[in-house]
């Protein structure tokens, strides 16, 4: 089976940076996805990796390495509107498959 | 922008009744999927169809079935629908490509109460 594991929640300072891990084991694999989910509302795209190593897009960045079965999205200069659940999936043949989701308050 | 929409955002239906939950994309995508999000659990992957009429069980495919007569419609019914059956339920939509072709583009979301 699939089995993903990320942080149940984290907590920040507006401003700060912060690190969700995700690590997995699966039967399949091409390449990872990061979604942001707002309560309530749908995930929505964030970042995507298939190679290893880190893809930079503005404030978020995504690190890969598939030896370690090991990812993490990075989010800087964190801002209140950064408050969300962040859902790392890994694609199996154009299958996801979803961890539970981080959920990321950000406080003043 | 791609678009997926869902027929309701809110639903209550009681215990027995037959649920219809409807699903259209306007980027003329091959692959479309059902999933349920329950707090702790995630997103669960219910059904999938990769083309027109075609369909594949996903993880909980129990007490449900799909169908998938045009490219642009996924339709998810719950035959008898039950209380564990309460739940967010999310469509999305992918092309058939490589790489990041394969991002997965979420409907807002119905979510259903079965009293």
């Known amino acids: 089976g699939q089995n993903i594991d990320q942080p149940t929640e984290m907590t920040a300072t507006e401003g700060a940076i912060v690190q969700i891990n995700c690590t997995y084991q699966?039967?399949?694999?091409?390449?990872l996805f990061w979604y942001q989910q707002h309560a309530g509302e749908a995930p929505t795209f964030l970042s995507y990796n298939v190679l290893d190593g880190l893809e930079e897009k503005g404030r978020f960045s995504s690190f890969l390495s598939r030896s370690k079965g090991y990812s993490y999205l990075l989010l800087k200069e964190l801002q209140m509107k950064d408050s969300a659940s962040y859902l790392c999936a890994v694609n199996d043949d154009y299958k996801l498959s979803f961890g539970a989701g981080t959920t990321v308050t950000v406080r003043a | 922008d791609v678009k997926v929409t869902q027929s309701s955002r809110y639903l209550v239906k009681r215990t027995g009744e037959k649920v219809f939950l409807e699903c259209v994309q306007d980027m003329d995508h091959e692959n479309m999927f059902w999933y349920r999000q329950d707090p702790g659990l995630g997103l669960r992957l219910i059904y999938f169809s990769y083309d027109v009429k075609m369909k594949e069980k996903g993880d909980i495919p129990e007490g449900y079935s799909v169908s998938r007569e045009k490219k642009e419609r996924f339709s998810l019914i719950l035959e008898s629908a039950s209380t564990n059956q309460t739940s967010m339920y999310l469509c999305?939509?992918?092309?058939?490509?490589?790489?990041?072709?394969?991002?997965?583009?979420f409907g807002p979301g119905t979510r259903l109460t079965v009293l």
């Open positions: 999305a939509s992918s092309s058939s490509g490589t790489g990041d072709t394969d991002t997965q583009y």
């Open positions: 699966t039967s399949g694999f091409n390449g």
